[in-house]
């Protein structure tokens, strides 16, 4: 599963992975986004803009509030459900002349509220979504046909609980509670492209035009953990990443991202052909720091690595 993971590169790093065209703040304002007595709340209202979709059905949600500079967010060591994370999507531009979908660096909320629901109250519980069954299920499956985005990070945090607790798990049951926090990341220091969908909710307590009525969410997609080994294990412990857990974020290799944000894809067969594994050996894995289990602990100093596990494993 993914349910902690790092992000420090900021949009212009971005921008020039992903070839993001909307979305990334000037010189002028990122440096002015620094300022200590900066207000975030009049940034995110000066930078917000309507996100259009014109593929929507008649009746349903045309735009949504959203900041179109997302530059104010920092770097996140400890990206945890529910907070403001960085996509990358392709959407065509309300107003413009051309129907083009156009790439773009957005911040939306981890947790997917589909647009059905009657509250948010769920969406921490919706982080991730199964490939095996994302087009089916009915949480994901439109998202899936034209909503589909990738989530950059650096890599992801995972508990390891040793063999015998990963099987009661896999059983349904209940872990320990002592478990020894590893970060996984492309051996290469590449960027770690998740693969995501994101979803509109409308929240009916509000009127409107109200700038928080429409909801962006998104969610990511998990599949099987690969068994071969790791590219560069750690010194003692886990040699693949299903020996650390069953499963892991479907990374998206660059040659895939253009066909997965593209809305005007929708073939389904043709979609899931993009669920399938990313190549083994990209990968490598390394104790970190008790201190990523707290959400409220936050820096680089979380990426450190251990010359060996903190908590006792089974291995």
């Known amino acids: 599963m993914c349910g902690r993971y790092a992000a420090s590169r900021g949009p212009e790093d971005l921008a020039g992975i992903f070839g993001i065209e909307v979305g990334v703040p000037s010189t002028r304002e990122s440096q002015e986004s620094q300022e200590p007595n900066a207000s975030r709340e009049s940034q995110e209202t000066h930078d917000s803009q309507e996100l259009h979709d014109s593929q929507e059905p008649q009746g349903s949600q ?92 650096d890599g992801y945090y995972e508990w390891d609980t040793g063999r015998e607790e990963r099987e009661l798990e896999v059983e349904g049951r209940r872990k320990r509670a002592r478990k020894q926090p590893y970060f996984v990341t492309p051996a290469d220091g590449s960027v770690f492209a998740m693969a995501g969908l994101y979803e509109f909710w409308r929240d009916p307590t509000l009127p409107d035009g109200h700038p928080r009525s429409w909801w ?35 990374m998206l290799t660059p040659d895939r991202w253009d066909a997965w944000l593209d809305p005007r894809h929708t073939d389904t067969a043709e979609l899931r052909e993009l669920l399938a594994p990313p190549p083994e050996g990209l990968m490598r894995a390394y104790p970190v720091g008790t201190a990523v289990s707290n959400v409220r602990n936050n820096g680089p100093e979380l990426l450190k690595e251990l010359s060996g596990p903190e908590e006792g494993t089974l291995f």
């Not at 599949?223 to 886990?238: D, I, K, M, S």
Request: aromatic share 4%; charged share 25%; proline share 13%.
């Open 216 to 250: 962006v969410t998104c969610s990511v997609i998990t599949t099987e953990a690969e068994t071969a080994p790791l590219a560069v294990p750690p010194q003692e412990g886990p040699r693949s990443l299903a020996d650390i857990h069953p499963r892991m974020p479907l």
């Open 62 to 153: 045309k735009s949504q509030e959203a900041r179109e500079d997302p530059g104010p967010l920092v770097p996140d060591y400890n990206v945890a459900p529910t907070k403001e994370v960085l996509v990358v999507l392709d959407r065509p531009l309300k107003d413009a002349a051309s129907p083009r979908p156009v790439r773009q660096l957005r911040r939306l909320r981890w947790g997917l509220v589909p647009s059905w629901s009657r509250s948010p109250e769920g969406a921490a519980r919706m982080i991730n979504a199964r490939a095996e069954t994302v087009h089916e299920k009915p949480a994901y499956r439109q998202a899936f046909a034209t909503r589909r985005c990738i989530l950059p990070a």
